[in-house]
């Protein structure tokens, strides 16, 4: 790979971290055939949550931490659980003393502690074609497809080294090759609700590492991002175009692609797939974490209709401290509006057996993360069945 | 003899091999306190992996891999080098957190827990001293979607009375591919064959000698075979009958080389 003179003088003489964090990019450049290294804007490391990365992940934060500094704006995944509120989560001491430890770890590094799945909620928006380093698959997702920025889908470490160098190695979705499409998704259903989280469940598994282009519906940006959790879930894919949508949808190149059709019938299949429970005990509203307007969405439904099971609802803290209206009208109903932590990386194991959520992303990683049984369905479905 | 192979963690090291045949995952596949291998599946279970070439096909599972690698060498408890087919990115990176030299697009199949095996990741090389390296040439001849396989003789050196392909040793600095196409009109009298693909090299073990397979695929226009005196038999079979013959080691994994593995 070539390398600038700054680049080589931080392998050859930077600090421990600085000269680590190149031989990783170097490593991950050399498995990529990647032939430079590309500055980026930003980046979004993932490996937080302590039930995720456990004591192997925390020992490492902490020895890297010692001289590491991140050089770009940063932003982290989600925690394990709610800083805040751990104790009536039912959360043990132990957990949330190595969960503190690892948040401190990367706010040593000069991380902004966001501890949210959404950077691009909370004021991270790279401009369109602006190359940047992000782990945390829906993000990643939302950054390429919706936005126009470039990034692949990095590995915790990786993002986080090339957050101390400031660039990643470029290959894949950096270049203009990596971002054509692979086939063609036609939809042959108007989509509301979950659907968008089951047009994305279904394509993934159908596309696999493939680059999708939709056709034949529209959405707002709140429903690409279900869809685009979903297929990051499902399938390795990294970005989608959506016929008249997405930024980058009018120039892909689609002739000679191979097609593929999604009907109501799939989305009927992929929801009954995805549910297996029959009585939740817990409804997750998240995953990813909701933006201000679903948080304000869910007071008004939980308003009208109190639910007679916990309703667990995940945010960033950005969010949730500009919406102390939305979060007081949730909390008078019985509900717990949590922050720094979200759906399947939070500690729901030790109370929960079944959790009835709308996210697709949930539903896939719930019964492998959390040991859950799932019921899938629509917010307001899940709300009128548990009023 | 030694043996080309890709770079991905710089460094040089050497040590005996544990190798295992199935992927590894590092979270589950072994214990982060002792480094000792906790998968039975790997055939290695309670070995430890502490100052050992470790050879697996490729890595699996958790990203948290990565973490464990970087723990176990900090313990003193890590191996001292890794030999891959496709190294995946959550060994490549804990291997680079741990300082611990990676080489791949090596056919770990014909690596032995207990050989003697420098690595250069430097350089791009995985020598074994203790083993003598044979080139050779195997050519799956095509017809009709079925493919020769012919005895071996009592007159030829090795495996007699063994299932084969058509192969040949590559004498020198010739031509692999040269060499399999003399072999093909020598050994079957075949003509007007046609060159379809060539595969990575396959390591074929024996004992303390190592054949290095080199596998090509040809399409052949007739199955009018005429056999010399290196075989004594030969079939026309459908790829997926292979596993009913007793073969020279490792002829499967030759096929599957230029024909991609059975259905």
């Known amino acids: ?387 | 003899m030694k043996i080309r192979a890709r770079g991905i963690v710089p460094g040089r090291a050497s040590g005996t091999a544990i190798a295992s045949p199935v992927s590894f995952s590092f979270v589950g596949g072994v214990d982060p306190a002792n480094g000792s291998i906790l998968e039975d599946a790997t055939g290695i279970a309670g070995e430890r992996l502490e100052g050992r070439v470790f050879a697996f096909p490729t890595g699996k599972g958790s990203t948290v891999g990565s973490y464990v690698l970087y723990g176990l060498q900090k313990r003193g408890h890590g191996p001292a080098a890794i030999v891959n087919r496709r190294t995946d990115a959550v060994v490549a990176v804990g291997a680079t957190l741990a300082g611990i030299p990676v080489v791949d697009r090596v056919d770990v199949g014909g690596l032995r827990t207990g050989d003697r095996i420098v690595v250069d990741a430097n350089r791009g090389s995985v020598d074994l001293p203790d083993v003598k390296g044979k080139r050779v040439v195997t050519a799956i001849l095509r017809n009709r979607g079925r493919i020769l396989i012919v005895r071996r003789s009592k007159k030829v050196g090795a495996f007699q009375g063994r299932w084969s392909a058509i192969s040949g040793h590559i004498e020198g600095r010739e031509d692999p591919k040269h060499r399999a196409i003399v072999e093909v009109r020598e050994e079957t009298g075949l003509r007007g064959i046609v060159f379809r693909s060539a595969g990575d090299p396959v390591l074929a073990r024996d004992g303390a000698t190592m054949y290095i397979v080199h596998p090509f695929l040809f399409d052949a226009p007739s199955r009018r075979v005429r056999l010399d005196w290196e075989n004594v038999e030969h079939r026309w079979i459908r790829p997926e009958e292979l596993a009913r013959f007793k073969t020279v080691p490792r002829l499967p994994d030759v096929v599957a080389a230029v024909l991609g593995p059975p259905a």
Not at chain 1, 19 to 41: C, F, N, Q, S, W
Not at chain 1, 157 to 176: K, N, R, S
Request: hydrophobic share 40%; glycine share 10%; charged share 25%.
């Open chain 1, 1 to 387: 790979m070539r390398l600038t003179r700054a680049q080589r003088h931080l392998l050859d003489e930077g600090t421990d971290a600085q000269r680590k964090a190149m031989e990783i990019l170097l490593t991950v450049g050399r498995l990529a055939d990647a032939p430079r290294l590309v500055p980026i804007t930003s980046a979004h490391v993932s490996g937080a949550s302590y039930k995720m990365i456990g004591d192997p992940g925390l020992e490492f934060l902490e020895d890297f931490a010692r001289d590491a500094r991140v050089s770009v704006p940063t932003t982290v995944n989600p925690l394990g659980t709610d800083l805040a509120q751990w104790r009536e989560l039912g959360v043990p001491a132990a957990f949330a003393e190595k969960q503190g430890r690892i948040a401190r770890a990367y706010e040593t590094m000069g991380v902004r502690p966001t501890f949210s799945c959404t950077p691009y909620l909370v004021g991270v928006r790279p401009a369109f074609g602006e190359h940047a380093a992000w782990a945390e698959s829906n993000a990643v997702v939302f950054a390429n497809s919706v936005l126009g920025a470039r990034t692949n889908r990095e590995g915790g470490p990786a993002a986080l080294a090339a957050a101390i160098v400031g660039a990643t190695p470029e290959y894949g979705l950096h270049t203009d090759e990596g971002r054509e499409p692979t086939v063609i998704v036609k939809v042959r259903a108007r989509p509301r609700g979950i659907d968008y989280s089951l047009i994305g469940l279904v394509a993934g598994e159908r596309v696999g590492d493939g680059l999708p282009y939709f056709r034949g519906f529209r959405g707002t940006e709140g429903d690409l991002k279900w869809l685009g959790a979903a297929l990051a879930s499902s399938g390795a894919c990294g970005m989608f175009h959506l016929e008249g949508v997405t930024p980058e949808a009018r120039e892909a190149r689609v002739k000679g692609l191979k097609s593929i059709t999604i009907t109501p019938k799939d989305l009927i299949a992929a929801k009954r797939a995805h549910t297996d429970g029959t009585e939740a005990d817990l409804i997750g509203l998240g995953s990813p974490q909701l933006s201000a307007e679903e948080l304000q969405a869910i007071a008004r439904l939980i308003d009208r209709k109190p639910p007679r099971i916990p309703v667990w609802v995940f945010t960033s803290r950005v969010v949730r401290d500009a919406n102390p209206d939305a979060v007081g009208i949730i909390e008078r109903r019985g509900g717990r509006v949590l922050a720094d932590t979200c759906l399947e990386v939070t500690l729901l194991e030790h109370r929960f057996s079944t959790v009835a959520t709308p996210s697709g992303k949930g539903a896939y990683y719930l019964p492998s993360l959390c040991k859950q049984k799932v019921i899938f369905d629509d917010v307001e479905t899940l709300l009128e069945r548990y009023a």
